[in-house]
């Protein structure tokens, strides 16, 4: 599918379409290449593939003349989510692996259990999304394929309408979503506000997806866009460090309930039997799991200190240059080019 040069003026249900099936051709080509056995690099391509086309179709639903592809969509949002363990768990890893020389010995046994668990996990989610994403993408992707390359319109002869450009519906569904992520980055109050933060890095993501699409065009797309994704980053490794905690929080407990299991069989066995529950093998593993929460709450603290300062209240300085950046962006859709002047910059 190729992207006409004139697309910021073309009417913006036919410009959404042709978007849309250009992520599902790239979403389909990931597939191919997982089916060939290159895991890592299509895993990433499928996912980012399926999050803008979810969020293209969702941000332009209104502008759809015939009935929205809703039961194809939920599929997709549906084999989307199912990465997320998978990536949740990749990244997670890469972060404990940073510190994992700064440890003491004996708190390296529950850093290395940790490890070991949440390597487990992504291999299995992995291996999960491959079966489906071999299965069922390539039914979901001709159903959905075959509803977006052709639809019909109805005119009314008697009071014959244009309907709005691309660049004119961009620039509405960019203030609606703006003023969505400004809304949730004010419920953001204190680091314990997880709810909130997740919400409005999604926010973020929108508004950035929104402006992507019309950045080979319209220069003025790239300024909110580095700082979208300067926003998205930090919510994110915040929001990746909650999952973790979470995660050690679970890895103590079952730790702290197998100790006390073993101290009851122990004290039924005797003299011996304690002797035997009194061996260091857990007290190591639950040193090395509170360092590892000792680390994530220095590093928690840290980046919502960068948050706050940054992004948070209204003079805060990332903030103000997001909203200068976007109030640009949104003049110039008001008049946009005819034509695209970089073709390379083409999405």
Do not use: C
């Not at 979810?54 to 009935?67: G, I, K, Q």
């Not at 960019?174 to 506000?193: N, P, R, W």
């Not at 679970?250 to 197998?258: P, Y």
């Not at 840290?302 to 976007?326: C, K, M, S, V, Y």
Request: charged residues 30%; hydrophobic residues 45%.
């Amino acid at each position: 599918m190729k992207i006409p040069a004139d697309l910021l003026t073309r009417p913006a249900e036919e410009a959404v379409r042709r978007l849309a099936l250009v992520q599902l051709e790239r979403a389909a080509e990931a597939r191919t290449q997982l089916v060939e056995g290159d895991r890592n690099e299509a895993l990433h391509d499928f996912r980012v593939a399926l999050r803008r086309l979810r969020s293209l179709l969702r941000s332009h639903r209104s502008r759809f003349s015939v009935e929205f592809p809703k039961k194809a969509l939920r599929r997709i949002a549906a084999l989307a989510r199912d990465t997320n363990p998978g990536r949740d768990a990749e990244v997670q890893l890469a972060w404990l692996a940073t510190f994992a020389d700064d440890l003491k010995p004996a708190e390296r046994a529950g850093h290395r259990e940790l490890m070991r668990d949440l390597a487990q996990r992504r291999d299995e989610s992995y291996r999960k999304v491959e079966r489906e994403i071999v299965r069922d993408f390539a039914g979901i992707a001709e159903d959905l394929g075959a509803r977006l390359a052709a639809y019909q319109i109805a005119i009314d002869l008697e009071r014959p309408a244009r309907p709005p450009s691309f660049a004119a519906a961009t620039r509405e569904a960019l203030s609606q979503a703006t003023l969505e992520l400004f809304e949730k980055l004010g419920e953001i109050h204190s680091v314990a506000d997880e709810i909130a933060g997740h919400a409005a890095r999604i926010a973020a993501k929108r508004v950035r997806y929104l402006a992507e699409p019309v950045s080979p065009w319209i220069a003025a797309a790239l300024g909110p866009i580095d700082r979208l994704k300067e926003l998205q980053d930090l919510l994110g490794e915040l929001h990746d460090g909650q999952l973790l905690a979470a995660l050690v929080g679970q890895a103590l407990a079952e730790l702290e309930s197998k100790r006390a299991q073993q101290l009851i069989e122990a004290t039924l066995e005797g003299p011996e039997g304690l002797a035997r529950a009194a061996a260091p093998s857990r007290r190591r593993e639950r040193a090395g799991l509170i360092a590892v929460a000792r680390q994530l709450g220095a590093r928690r603290n840290e980046l919502f200190e960068t948050l706050a300062r940054e992004w948070l209240g209204e003079n805060a300085p990332a903030r103000t240059a997001l909203i200068e950046r976007l109030a640009e962006l949104d003049q110039s859709l008001a008049a946009p080019p005819r034509r695209r002047p970089n073709p390379a910059r083409a999405r």
